[in-house]
């Protein structure tokens, strides 16, 4: 069975960092690109960042503005998010899910982990 | 950015009855010949779930209820006949950009009237 497990998410204070990591199993890992999609409470789906399958390209969005790092372990089938420098407004359900060069949907996606921003 | 806009923002439909979702982007995602456009439902405290790409390839394992539309620009998400599991939020999501910029539609909050 395809698997995706994000794990990593908590309360942190402004200006505060933490890592995400998402566990893939059921899949070649190493064959799919890997994204990180956020949902704010209540609010729509926000693409986060994308990383291909080696690694070599990685894509933010803009209003990220350097803040967090993307990158992956394809020898332990995992995905991370390296967040700092946080603000209360990404306080939001990180997702990960994979994609494949060409048809870049998104499937699966993992169940999601919480991260709260607040003092 | 391509920014994508869908419509209505909720709506409500007997069972047994015709859905429909539009959603706008504000440039072409069609390229050689493909509409590089995914649907996704989402229900609550679930993460979405791939619905249509290709604006109209049906994933695998998703009832025939459902079904994309469109080219270019606009697109439709139907379900023919709604069904009380059909209740969800709906988006729609472009990844079209080179380099990958990938936006989502704001959704569309479906309900049974």
């Known amino acids: 069975e395809v698997q995706l497990v994000e794990s990593g998410g908590g309360l942190v204070k402004p200006g505060g960092s933490l890592r995400l990591s998402c566990a893939a199993s059921?899949?070649?890992?190493?064959?799919?690109?890997m994204n990180w999609v956020r949902q704010a409470p209540g609010k729509g789906l926000e693409w986060v960042s994308s990383?291909?399958?080696?690694?070599?390209?990685?894509y933010y969005a803009d209003s990220l503005k350097g803040r967090f790092t993307i990158s992956r372990d394809n020898a332990k089938n995992s995905l991370y998010l390296q967040m700092n420098s946080l603000r209360v407004e990404d306080t939001a359900v990180y997702y990960c899910?994979?994609?494949?060069?060409?048809?870049?949907?998104?499937?699966?996606w993992g169940q999601g982990t919480l991260v709260t921003v607040s003092s | 950015d391509i920014v994508m806009t869908q419509s209505p923002d909720s709506l409500a439909v007997s069972l047994g009855e015709r859905a429909t979702i539009n959603c706008k982007s504000s440039?072409?995602?069609?390229?050689?010949?493909?509409?590089?456009l995914a649907w996704y439902q989402q229900k609550p405290g679930q993460p979405p779930k791939l619905l249509i790409y290709?604006?109209?390839t049906r994933e695998s394992g998703v009832p025939d209820r459902f079904s994309g539309s469109g080219s270019g620009t606009d697109f439709t998400l139907t379900i023919s006949s709604l069904q009380a599991e059909d209740v969800a939020v709906y988006y729609c999501?472009?990844?079209?950009?080179?380099?990958?910029?990938?936006?989502f539609g704001q959704g569309t909050k479906l309900e049974i009237k």
């Open positions: 899910a994979s994609s494949w060069t060409g048809n870049n949907w998104f499937d699966p």
């Open positions: 059921g899949f070649t890992f190493s064959d799919y690109n």
């Open positions: 990383i291909s399958s080696s690694g070599t390209y990685i």
């Open positions: 440039q072409s995602v069609l390229y050689s010949s493909k509409n590089y």
């Open positions: 290709w604006a109209s």
């Open positions: 999501q472009q990844y079209y950009s080179t380099p990958p910029m990938y936006t």
